[in-house]
C-alpha cells in the first residue's frame, strides 16, 4: 500500500534509529508485565485496558511488541502492526524468545491490513497516535475494532509540548509554545501531532468515538527511566503523559 509522506519520512526515522533505541532501552522495555509510559507504570495499577483474556487485541506502532508479549503473556490474542521493518525484526526476535507466536503486520496505522471489525481493544504507548496521520489513523481504528470496542492510547500530554523549550531542549516550568497553534510538528526528520484537548476530543467525536477516560500519569517518587523525557520532578507535578480510553460509539 502507498504510504503518505508523513509515514515514509517517520518509516526512515525508526528503521535507522531502531538499532539504537532498542539498545538504549531493552533493559527498561523488555519485561514481560504490561507498563506504561516512560515511567514504567504498571498496568495493574491503572486498569486502562481492561481484562484481555480471550480479546482480540492489536497494537498499532508497537517497536519491539514487548506489550504485545505482555497481552500474550495476560491471555489475550495480540496482533502487532509498525511502520518500521527494523522495529519488526526486533519484536520477531523478542517474540522468539518469549516463545510466543502472533501476527506482526509491517503497515502504517493510517492503512490497517485487517478487515473490519476484527478487534476488541485496540491500544499504544507512544505508537501510532504520535507519529501517524491523526484523522485517517483514527478511522482505521474505527473500521477494525467491533462493537463498543476500545481504543486506548498513552502519549505525551499537550502541557509537556507546550512547556518543551526547543532551544534547551529539554521541559521547563515555563509555557513556550502557543497552545493554540498545537498540530503537527517536524523534529530532526520526524513528524509528530499533538494537539490541544478541544481539539482531541473533536477529532474523537468526529470519528465515532465516546471519550471514557482521561488517566494522566504521575510516576512515583522512586520511578525510574531511561528516557530522557522529563525531569521525574516534573512529572510528578505536571502530566507529561496521558492515556485516553476511548469507546467505539456506532
Ligand atoms: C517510541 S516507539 C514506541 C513503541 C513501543 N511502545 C516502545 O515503547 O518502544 C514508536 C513506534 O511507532 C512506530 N510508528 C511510527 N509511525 C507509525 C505509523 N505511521 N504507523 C505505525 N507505526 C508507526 C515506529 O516505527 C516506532 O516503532
Known amino acids: 500500500m502507498k504510504l503518505s509522506k508523513d509515514a515514509a519520512t517517520n518509516r526512515k526515522f525508526w528503521d535507522s534509529f531502531s538499532d539504537e533505541y532498542q539498545g538504549k532501552h531493552a533493559q527498561q522495555l523488555n519485561r514481560k508485565d504490561f507498563v506504561w509510559g516512560v515511567w514504567s507504570l504498571p498496568e495493574s ?62 503497515a502504517s496505522a493510517d492503512k490497517i491490513p485487517a478487515k473490519k471489525r476484527s478487534f476488541d481493544l485496540v491500544f499504544c504507548d507512544h505508537g501510532a497516535m504520535t507519529y501517524a496521520p491523526t484523522a485517517p489513523t483514527l478511522a482505521e481504528v474505527h473500521r477494525v475494532l467491533k462493537k463498543n470496542g476500545l481504543f486506548v492510547f498513552n502519549m505525551q500530554s499537550p502541557l509537556h509540548e507546550i512547556c518543551y523549550d526547543d532551544k534547551a531542549g529539554s521541559v521547563s516550568n515555563t509555557l513556550c509554545k502557543s497552545y493554540f497553534d498545537l498540530d503537527r510538528f517536524v ?36 520511578a525510574e527511566s531511561s528516557f530522557d523525557f522529563a525531569p521525574l520532578e516534573w512529572a510528578q507535578h505536571f502530566p507529561c503523559e496521558n492515556i485516553w480510553v476511548l469507546q467505539k460509539a456506532k
Open 187 to 222: 523534529e530532526d526528520k520526524l513528524v509528530y501531532f499533538q494537539y490541544s484537548y478541544g481539539e482531541w476530543v473533536r477529532h474523537f467525536r468526529e470519528a465515532g468515538f465516546n471519550i471514557i477516560d482521561l488517566i494522566e500519569l504521575q510516576p512515583p517518587e522512586d
Open 45 to 106: 495499577d491503572i486498569n486502562a485496558l481492561g481484562d484481555v483474556r480471550g480479546k482480540q487485541v492489536l497494537e498499532l506502532g508497537c517497536g519491539a511488541a514487548q506489550l504485545s508479549i505482555a497481552i500474550a503473556e495476560m491471555g489475550g490474542y495480540a496482533t502487532a502492526l509498525d511502520n518500521s521493518e527494523k522495529q519488526l525484526e526486533h519484536a520477531a526476535r523478542l517474540m522468539a524468545e518469549a516463545g510466543h507466536d502472533f501476527p506482526l503486520l509491517h
